[in-house]
T-cell receptor, first 112, second 115 residues
Framework: DSGVTQTPKHLITATGQRVTLRCSPR?????VYWYQQSLDQGLQFLIQ???????AKGNILERFSAQQFPDLHSELNLSSLELGDSALYFC???????????FGPGTRLTVL | SQQGEEDPQALSIQEGENATMNCSYK?????LQWYRQNSGRGLVHLIL?????REKHSGRLRVTLDTSKKSSSLLITASRAADTASYFC???????????????FGQGTILTVHP
């Protein structure tokens, strides 16, 4: 158990819908990261937050957005969902951005 | 797009044998990390090696880094069936300030250890 929690574990929804994935980092970790893992793209960095502020963006679609709240939990919002958005979405946290990242168990999103 | 290329894509060995996985990358890095993933589950951090380090050990794991060749290897000695998993290298190309933490992953090596 990494100490990072993600909810829900599984999400099945339809094209065009909007979903919110939630992440609670390890106690004391100020940095939160979101990654997408799919069969065709592999593991891709989406976005990074540090103590509530956005630090870095990867190849995150404009339909996706995220935020980190004052209690340090983070949410990833995916809207206008397409079939290709079906993937595993991981949240990770770290105490130092230059150090190891601790990954949550992931949310498996299926868009039908 | 992914920075790293991992080799081999799949590796099948018997318990007790050593497993070696290689990772190559394209840009200068701050550090390189290895992670393990059991079938569709979360990633587990194994080891981090910084750009000014050449070798690191952790239990049965040995990681080397050659920045001149932009490559790294992960050696698992005396493998066990429980080591069966996918192994990923990830690079952090951060170069100062607030740029650290954006990991770029390779496509992974699937390791199968037969009892």
């Amino acid at each position: 158990d990494s100490g990072v929690t993600q909810t829900p574990k599984h999400l099945i929804t339809a094209t065009g819908q909007r979903v919110t994935l939630r992440c609670s980092p390890r106690s004391g970790d100020l940095s939160v990261y979101w990654y997408q893992q799919s069969l065709d793209q592999g593991l891709q960095f989406l976005i990074q937050y540090y103590n509530g502020e956005e630090r870095a963006k990867g190849n995150i679609l404009e339909r996706f957005s995220a935020q980190q709240f004052p209690d340090l939990h983070s949410e990833l919002n995916l809207s206008s969902l397409e079939l290709g958005d079906s993937a595993l979405y991981f949240c990770a946290s770290s105490v130092d951005p230059r150090g190891e990242q601790f990954f949550g168990p992931g949310t498996r999103l299926t868009v039908l | 797009s992914q920075q790293g290329e991992e080799d081999p894509q799949a590796l099948s060995i018997q318990e007790g044998e050593n497993a070696t996985m290689n990772c190559s990358y394209k840009t200068s890095i701050n550090n390189l990390q290895w992670y393990r993933q059991n079938s569709g589950r979360g990633l587990v951090h194994l080891i981090l090696i910084r750009s000014n380090e050449r070798e690191k050990h952790s239990g049965r794991l040995r990681v080397t880094l050659d920045t001149s060749k932009k490559s790294s290897s992960l050696l698992i000695t005396a493998s066990r069936a429980a080591d069966t998993a996918s192994y990923f290298c990830a690079t952090d190309a951060g170069a100062g300030g607030t740029s650290y933490g954006k990991l770029t992953f390779g496509q992974g090596t699937i390791l199968t250890v037969h009892p």
